[in-house]
């Protein structure tokens, strides 16, 4: 019986497909013969060679090897040795190998663990000191020049406004005065303020009810647009009325 020895472990040649690649005889008999093998569970091609003459030593099938290579590496995957008066000699006379360097198996990366999911946070109901409802102002068209004097077309945007909120008792109501940057900080100041009052007294002259009413005047402050254009100076001469729902807190 033979006695193997296996640098890899040994090849399931079952199903495999063996093709002829060189011979060479003597006349002592075949010297070697050298086969491509087809095995399904093997990428690379394998080859085996058997180095038969009486003549030749182990050395014969590793130069078969190497010249099957050409200029890549031998890797064996398995020898068979000679046997002589039934004790194994050590002298591998069958050699299957690969031409270039094994592929090493890749290791395969741990699944990455996915956070607990977190439950969505319930939608919090918004305070109701937001829910305001505020006319605009806004122009040249609403003031003369330097006037606190309300024009009708300022009167007819307030009697709208008192139109739509009939009947409603407000909590408060703020009127807020601006003017552009022209002129001196207590200017601005005297004249935002007496804005807000005119249009404070038509609303409460008109009815508008809440159970407080403030007048403010805040001058060039808080501009909403550049003060460097003429559009821009329009813009910013404006009186705001703020109002807050009956029982909003705020």
Do not use: W
């Amino acid at each position: 019986m033979k006695k193997h020895f296996s640098v890899y472990p040994r090849l399931a040649l079952l199903g495999s497909v063996l093709g002829l690649v060189a011979a060479c005889t003597t006349q002592s008999g075949p010297t070697y013969n050298a086969h491509a093998i087809v095995a399904p569970d093997q990428k690379a091609p394998t080859y085996r060679v058997e180095c038969g003459g009486l003549l030749e030593s182990s050395q014969t099938c590793f130069k078969v090897a190497a010249e099957i290579c050409k200029d890549k590496p031998v890797t064996l995957v398995q020898a068979v040795d000679g046997v002589r008066s039934g004790v194994n000699s050590k002298d591998p006379r069958e050699v299957t190998f690969m031409c270039g360097k094994p592929v090493e198996a890749q290791p395969v990366p741990a699944p990455v663990p996915q956070p607990p999911s977190q439950p969505k946070p319930e939608p919090q109901p918004r305070p109701q000191s937001q829910e305001r409802r505020q006319v605009l102002l806004q122009g040249d068209a609403n003031f003369a020049t330097d006037s606190a004097v309300l024009s009708s077309a300022a009167k007819a945007s307030l009697d709208n406004f008192l139109r739509v909120n009939e009947g409603i008792n407000f909590r408060r109501v703020t009127i807020i005065g601006y003017t552009d940057s022209t002129g001196t900080r207590a200017h601005n100041q005297k004249l935002s303020e007496a804005r807000a009052r005119s249009v404070l007294q038509y609303l409460r002259n008109r009815g508008l009810m809440a159970q407080s009413f403030v007048a403010e005047g805040a001058a060039a402050d808080d501009p909403v647009a550049s003060n460097a254009t003429a559009e821009g100076r329009a813009l910013n001469r404006r009186v705001e009325v703020r109002v807050v729902a009956s029982g909003v807190v705020s």
